[in-house]
């Protein structure tokens, strides 16, 4: 697959993203970006971590941009296919389902934090991230996105920040 997020489903689940995000937090994601392909390119190359599960059961991941894959060590096709509790440990799923739970009450929540593990086993707290419920054409719900440009590595051991710098280049 050359670039899965020029795909129709990409460009479509980009764009149902950044209309929930407008709808929820009156803002848009890429200000200025209203053409399905630039807004699906721009997200994908966006500096910051996007991300989106469906409605199943057990939800599974329908997006990740290009530093989501990066961070958490997966390809598109491998990502796709991850039900999005695994991007946590088993200790703080919990903590995530309470987190959606609210979500899914309140429409959306700013200011999150926690730790996540990527499928090589790092782990890594993320900063201020924001996670919203995602809307269809109707207005049903249809999954929830989430983003945030800051995270720390974690030291193994002991839990703490290994001192590797954070990713994004927005918070260098």
């Known amino acids: 697959m050359n ?3 020029c795909s129709l489903g990409a460009v479509e689940q980009a764009v149902r993203i950044a209309r929930s995000h407008r709808h929820w937090l009156g803002r848009d994601l890429l200000p200025g970006v209203s053409d399905p392909q630039a807004l699906a390119a721009g997200l994908a190359a966006a500096p910051f971590v996007l991300v989106s599960h469906g409605t199943e059961s057990d939800p ?3 997006y990740g941009n290009r ?3 990066a961070l958490w060590e997966l390809s598109w096709p491998e990502f796709t296919r991850t039900p999005s509790r695994l ?10 389902a309470r ?4 979500v899914t009450r309140n429409g959306y ?20 991230a924001l996670v919203w419920n995602l809307l ?3 207005g049903a719900h249809a999954g929830q ?7 720390d590595f974690l030291d193994v051991a002991s839990g703490a920040p290994d001192g590797g710098p954070s990713l994004s280049p927005l918070h260098r």
Not at 99 to 102: D, T
Not at 145 to 151: D, E, S
């Open 3 to 5: 670039d899965p997020w």
């Open 60 to 62: 599974v991941l329908n």
């Open 67 to 69: 530093t989501a894959l």
């Open 87 to 96: 991007t946590a440990e088993p200790v703080a799923r919990e903590e995530r």
């Open 99 to 102: 987190l959606l739970e609210e």
């Open 109 to 128: 929540i700013a200011n999150y934090a926690g730790v996540r593990i990527s499928s090589t086993g790092r782990r890594f707290r993320i900063h201020q």
């Open 136 to 138: 269809d054409d109707a």
């Open 145 to 151: 996105a989430a983003m945030f440009g800051r995270w």
